[in-house]
């Protein structure tokens, strides 16, 4: 079964503070894997697609990992600000025909940066 | 061109009333989905459009629900008939086709509360 796991369900750290989100999916055939943060009542918005062929790629203070083989990423927020606050959602894409209707969706690492 | 913008932001409606929701996406974007997202759950996709063309309607669609593109760009999902389980966020995409689906962009959404 495609599945995508995220941990921590949740993290609180403090501003500055530098702090990395894991995910793990068992989606078989894997096209590319991203990243969205979600503010409470809002729509995602992407962070970094990657991929099976990129091991890496950075957003600002936002940079993602994949490692194709063991199936994993990671999302790595560097210096964090308050408004970082939000779900970060890991995102996998079945297939390669262009069609996001198959998205697999993890169900999100809530982040609170406090002062 | 600033996004996909939805409208309403919010919808509070008595059960048994029909609500429609617009979405305008990205102009050059000629594939648009909507999605439905609960609380503490990741998007599920409704439908999506290549131009005016309803390609694809998840089983989640029941009869009461319709969604439309009529000239390819903005859209418009209808649900008739409220029920108490409609509420939800609903959420609209737009992308670009062939492959290049990297840009594929969420509106803020049109929370649904039906009392």
């Known amino acids: 079964k495609n599945q995508v796991e995220q941990s921590p369900q949740s993290l609180i750290i403090l501003e500055g503070k530098n702090c990395t989100l894991q995910?793990?999916?068992?989606?078989?055939?894997?096209?590319?894997l991203r990243w969205y943060k979600q503010d409470t009542g809002r729509g995602p918005v992407s962070l970094t697609i990657?991929?099976?062929s990129e091991n890496t790629k950075s957003n600002g203070r936002y940079t993602a990992t994949l490692d194709a083989d063991t199936k994993q990423s990671s999302l790595h927020i560097t210096a964090s600000q308050l408004s970082d606050s939000a779900s970060y959602i890991c995102?996998?894409?079945?297939?390669?025909?262009?069609?996001?209707?198959?998205?697999?969706w993890g169900l999100g690492t809530s982040l609170a940066v406090n002062p | 061109d600033t996004g996909v913008s939805q409208d309403p932001r919010h919808k509070i409606t008595k059960r048994g009333q029909n609500v429609t929701f617009r979405c305008d996406p990205i102009s050059e974007h000629n594939r648009l989905y909507w999605y439905r997202q609960t609380l503490g759950q990741g998007p599920e996709f409704l439908t999506y459009f290549q131009n005016e063309a309803q390609l694809e309607k998840s089983r989640l669609l029941s009869d009461r629900f319709s969604a439309e593109r009529p000239k390819g760009s903005f859209s418009t999902l209808e649900i008739q008939r409220t029920e108490q389980g409609d509420s939800a966020m609903y959420l609209c995409?737009?992308?670009?086709?062939?492959?290049?689906?990297?840009?594929?962009?969420f509106g803020s959404g049109t929370r649904l509360t039906v009392v």
């Open positions: 995409a737009s992308s670009l086709g062939g492959g290049r689906d990297y840009g594929y962009t």
């Open positions: 995910c793990n999916y068992t989606v078989s055939p894997f096209s590319n």
């Open positions: 990657m991929t099976f």
């Open positions: 995102v996998v894409s079945p297939n390669n025909a262009g069609n996001n209707r198959k998205l697999i």
